[in-house]
């Protein structure tokens, strides 16, 4: 009996011992005011652990061990831990609900989530004020001038503008504020206009009210419950899916993470994300548990303006002089949208139906059909991997029909891009138009462009003519200077000549000189624009086939509150500057000793960039609130061994009013050398992927060479003959350059 005994508590003893030594790794997702990092984690199905050294360097602390303690110091305040087992590798495991101790309310863990972020009262980790994390894409009311305190007088800007031109002297004036506890605009110049509008936008039924006379004198009122902000934020979606057991899923828009769940034992998630009027380019990751390659899944959510949100009503209505309309429309799915008009002008009544289908994310189909004009109109939008596509046909019954497509698509440095288009009148002609276009683009920016068009005109009222265009050109790109040589020929002219752009830091030159075959005579165009605190002077002069034509313009702004300022316009609109740097020390700041990459080229969606003198990227004129995309070119980067910190795509918001600086520190790749051992087969005919794409091959000798950025990174090999997957190992690759061994017996999956 003690026998039995003394066995049945050794066999506990060895379970519990076995037990706690069987760790799931996890990914835990770090969140401390600007920076965001996976640290490694533990779970034993009852305590979570922690990777102390990892967490502490990022948390900003000193790191030093005193036998199975770990003591984290800074200039505030010292910690110490236990670490669970011996430290191995100068690592510690360290309770997670010992640290949560420790620090109090700094830190605030997500069990559900997976994530550990600081508080709004974390001062420990920074000395700047911190504040609590908020979501980025949560809805706005849209950009306003002035702030949206209530006010009798809030303030007042007055916007001048002047031309001259073949027409004369032409002033004009608008004057916008927050007067009267709403917001006013005035417009003074060939006709007087003011419009007063008060909003509510947190109002579910009535968000805007506005009245005013517009032109000709109208009076008018208009009410609507339309949110304020609707141009950006759609609708936050839920993503639903299946993977494997307690996997952490992440979703991932322009290189920001926006949601992050763990699967439960069955693989079951459910992700929540934004998705943005227009095309919302969402990547889902998953990482399995264990260090097993990580997946990712794009979808593309194609949101037309016209969709609204699911068992949602919008209205808008005015009435005017003679003139009433109601608009509806109405979510019947969040992938289905009915609308419905009716409108009463000078005595003629007229009624619309319509519906809008997104079935996937990537596509939108719309149709509207009028009574009594039985006139319709259906249109088709599609954004999938680099395609995008724009149909629609407009016709009324025996009157006529037009139908029209836009198509273009992109790889690499070129671009293609058709358009095309046929207008049919009954019984008097028909138009077709085709114009195919080729783009090729880079290191320094546009380097050759090439179109061709063909317009056919017959019917039988009209004798058939068919004539066609095509241009072509090339470019060259500096910092400051942008020149296209080109030739074109088209049914008014033949011309051959140059233009260019160049930009300086309050000035803009662009010019054109050529030949005019057809007229034997030279065509010319200047254009100038000069920016001053005062405001804004822009020339313009042209001379062609039909003489010679000029205009100028001059215009600023003057605010009235809480004093008086003399500003250009553009001045208070938002602007963002991008600094490419190389990351020297890797500290993901600009230092004094790193300079910004003049070459590097970036795409911005939306907008286009001016390259400053020092190199970097500048953009005005952009949307207060609206998000941006940017896509950094990689044809442009000359060094095969930087790579983005940022990774090649991200976003951010613009800010009212403001200037956004932001950094994209390139850093360079390590350098990872290899040997395939125990080899069965010609080397030659082996390939070594990095996280499952191709990267390197592997030489007669057995040995590889690749590159790869710092982070946890899955090789593996494969035989390109049969597809076989031969072996996979898992690197943990540093700042300095790293030598592997893979042997095809030990390694083998």
């Not at 360097?57 to 770990?70: M, S």
């Not at 920001?256 to 998705?275: K, M, S, T």
């Not at 060259?476 to 200077?481: M, P």
């Not at 087969?681 to 191709?694: D, H, I, K, Q, S």
Request: aromatic share 10%; with cysteine.
């Amino acid at each position: 009996m003690r026998k039995w005994g003394l066995t049945s508590v050794l066999l506990v003893f060895a379970l519990r011992v076995a037990t706690a030594q069987v760790l799931m790794e996890v990914p835990l997702l770090l969140e401390v005011p600007g920076k965001e990092q996976m640290v490694r984690a533990w779970y034993d199905g009852e305590k979570f652990f922690v990777d102390g050294k990892e967490l502490f360097y990022a948390l900003g602390f000193t790191v030093q061990f005193q036998g199975a303690r770990l003591e984290a110091l800074d200039a505030h305040r010292h910690h110490a831990f236990t670490c669970a087992g011996l430290p191995q590798d100068n690592s510690c495991r360290i309770a997670l609900r010992d640290l949560l101790s420790s620090f109090g309310d700094a830190l605030y863990f997500d069990q559900d989530r997976l994530e550990l972020r600081a508080s709004s009262v974390a001062s420990t980790f920074d000395v700047r004020a911190l504040r609590a994390r908020t979501n980025t894409w949560v809805e706005v009311p849209g950009p306003h001038l002035f702030d949206r305190t209530r006010a009798l007088w809030g303030g007042l800007m007055a916007s001048w503008q002047v031309r001259h031109d073949a027409f004369g002297l032409r002033p004009y004036m608008r004057l916008t504020g927050s007067v009267l506890q709403g917001t006013v605009g005035i417009d003074i110049g060939d006709d007087h206009k003011w419009v007063y509008r008060y909003d509510r936008p947190r109002s579910k039924w009535l968000t805007q009210v506005e009245t005013g006379r517009y032109s000709n004198g109208i009076i008018g009122l208009s009410i609507t419950n339309v949110p304020l902000a609707r141009q950006h934020l759609q609708r936050v979606r839920t993503i639903q899916g299946r993977t494997a057991p307690h996997a952490l899923i992440q979703a991932v828009i322009s290189g920001e993470v926006v949601d992050q769940v763990q699967a439960d034992a069955d693989g079951r998630y459910e992700l929540q994300a934004p998705a943005w009027y227009g095309t919302t380019k969402l990547e889902v990751r998953t990482q399995p548990l264990g260090g097993l390659r990580a997946t990712s899944e794009m979808h593309y959510q194609l949101t037309p303006a016209s969709l609204v949100p699911h068992r949602k009503v919008y209205y808008s209505a005015y009435a005017r002089e003679e003139a009433y309309a109601l608009n509806l429309q109405y979510g019947v799915h969040e992938s289905l949208t009915l609308r419905g008009a009716w409108s009463q002008v000078q005595g003629r009544t007229e009624i619309s139906s319509g519906f809008t289908l997104s079935p996937v994310t990537f596509l939108a189909l719309s149709g509207q059909l009028d009574f009594p004009s039985t006139r319709w109109l259906t249109t088709l939008r599609m954004w999938r991997s680099g395609l995008h596509l724009n149909a629609y046909v407009d016709a009324q019954h025996g009157a006529f029909a037009n139908t029209n497509i836009t198509a273009s698509a992109g790889k690499g440095p070129f671009s293609l891009l058709l358009r095309g288009g046929q207008l049919v009148l009954v019984g008097r002609y028909r138009s077709l138009i085709l114009y195919p276009e080729i783009w090729l683009h880079y290191r320094t920016g546009l380097l050759m462009q090439a179109n061709w068009g063909l317009n056919r005109l017959r019917g039988p009222l009209v004798q058939a003519v068919t004539s066609q265009s095509w241009r072509f050109a090339v470019g060259w790109s500096f910092a400051r200077l942008r020149l296209i040589a080109y030739a074109q020929r088209d049914h008014v002219q033949e011309a051959y000549g140059a233009e260019g752009l160049l930009t300086l830091r309050h000035k803009s030159l662009s010019f054109s000189a050529g030949w005019d075959v057809n007229h034997q005579i030279p065509v010319a165009s200047l254009s100038v624009q000069i920016t001053s605190p005062f405001g804004r002077l822009f020339a313009h002069g042209q001379r062609n086939a039909h003489g010679i034509t000029h205009s100028q313009q001059a215009q600023g702004s003057v605010h009235l509150w809480p004093g008086l300022a003399l500003t250009p316009s553009g001045h208070q609109e938002s602007a963002a500057e991008l600094r490419i740097f190389e990351d020297l020390n890797g500290n993901g700041k600009q230092d004094a000793n790193e300079q910004i990459l003049p070459h590097i080229d970036a795409q911005l969606y939306q907008s286009g960039w001016t390259r400053l003198k020092t190199g970097a990227l500048y953009s005005a004129h952009l949307e207060p609130y609206q998000r941006y995309q940017v896509r950094i070119l990689e044809a442009s980067v000359r060094d095969p061994l930087l790579h983005p910190a940022t990774g090649w795509t991200f976003s951010f918001t613009a800010d009212p009013g403001r200037r956004k600086v932001i950094q994209v520190p390139m850093q360079p790749l390590v350098r990872v050398a290899g040997q395939v051992t125990a080899l069965d087969r010609a080397p030659l005919r082996l390939r070594v992927l990095v996280n499952g794409e191709e990267h390197a091959e592997v030489y007669r000798d057995g040995g590889f060479a690749l590159q790869a950025r710092p982070g946890r990174h899955t090789l593996t090999i494969m035989d390109v003959l049969d597809q076989e997957v031969l072996a996979e190992k898992i690197i943990e690759v540093g700042t300095a350059p790293l030598h592997v061994t893979i042997d095809l017996e030990q390694d083998r999956i």
